[in-house]
């Protein structure tokens, strides 16, 4: 059943008593490789975040419109070999595999489109190198259902365009003898 509702930037409304009013919404498509990974189940039976269990802000937030910079570092001793996983996605980028109509009985799907996009970057401290490029090595389920990772890129057209290039640097890491 179809609620009314009104998209107000990325602040979702709505209609109740005939009046607008603000509504939380939990995305299970947005990040679903992510949530699943990070295996904490929320009361209702999503992989996301909620208020009892919350996520820092360096872990997700709303898709820059340029480029940034994003620092963060290890609370924990990292080993020498690692890969750092990145997933992107933009809600509502349809295109003419990915159609609003494509699976009209999931809810999740609806607001999603093409799914969220995962890209890899593999690390290795002893090799000196200070730049790693991420490269994308798959997609997330289309509406966050399953944790599984897609290899299959074929029917992706402007999701691949979200992030032009993602370079990790590596600083203050010496070299183990």
């Known amino acids: ?11 979702i409304m709505e209609k109740l008593d005939n009046r607008w009013v603000r509504e939380s919404k939990r995305r299970p498509a947005a990040l679903p490789y992510w949530g699943h990974k990070r295996n904490i189940k929320a009361e209702d039976g999503l ?3 909620t208020a009892n269990s919350p996520v820092a802000d360096a872990y997700t937030g709303a898709t820059p419109t340029s480029d940034f910079i994003l620092k963060t570092k290890s609370d924990k001793e ?9 997933e992107i996605n933009q809600s509502w980028d349809w295109n003419e595999y990915w159609t609003n109509n494509k699976y009209p009985d999931d809810e999740d799907y609806k607001s999603s ?14 090799s000196g190198k200070k730049e790693y490029e991420m490269r994308v090595v798959g ?6 259902k399953t944790g599984e990772l897609y290899a299959d890129l074929s029917t992706f057209t402007t999701a691949l365009e979200i992030a032009g290039k993602i370079v990790i640097k590596i600083k203050g890491v010496s070299k183990k003898n």
């Open 1 to 11: 059943m179809w609620r009314n509702q009104l998209l107000k930037g990325f602040l």
């Open 47 to 49: 992989y996301l975040p």
């Open 78 to 86: 990292l080993s020498r070999k690692f890969r750092i996983l990145f």
């Open 113 to 126: 489109a093409q799914p969220a996009l995962v890209y890899e970057a593999e690390i290795d401290l002893d």
């Open 139 to 144: 997609h997330s389920h289309y509406s966050g």
